[in-house]
């Protein structure tokens, strides 16, 4: 069982950023699209990005796009986020996983497979003044 770890979370005024971390217990991960997702109070889960097993392919939310990036390093089994430019908007817990396949569907959610193995416990992001 993979055990992920979201990380780089914190209170952040607007226009400022973040780099959130998902590292991995190990490298099954690193075969696997891996997507971030956010779930602010009283909203469902809602996708923000994707990523596919061979970096070829990234997918975001609209509400997201220029301004947040998202990356892999197989070799540490690590998937990371850079949010730039961030909004109130923002404010959520943001959570990572891979899915059962490699790459990442067009729509909303990238897919319907998530998670591959289970949930981390998420990192919260706070955007405010």
Not at 15 to 22: N, V
Not at 69 to 81: E, G, M
């Amino acid at each position: 069982q993979v055990q992920l770890v979201e990380s780089g979370g914190g209170l952040v005024q607007p226009g400022g950023s973040l780099r959130l971390s998902c590292a991995a217990s190990g490298s099954a991960m690193d075969y696997y699209a891996v997507g971030w997702f956010r779930q602010a109070p009283g909203k469902e889960r809602e996708g923000v990005s994707c990523i596919s097993s061979s970096e070829t392919t990234t997918r975001y939310a609209d509400s997201v796009k220029g301004r947040f990036t998202i990356s892999r390093d197989n070799a540490k089994h690590t998937v990371y986020l850079q949010m730039n430019d961030l909004k109130p908007e923002d404010t959520a817990v943001y959570y990572c996983a891979p899915r059962g396949q490699t790459i990442c569907q067009r729509g909303t959610t990238f897919g319907d497979d998530w998670p591959r193995f289970a949930w981390g416990q998420g990192t919260q992001v706070t955007v405010s003044s």
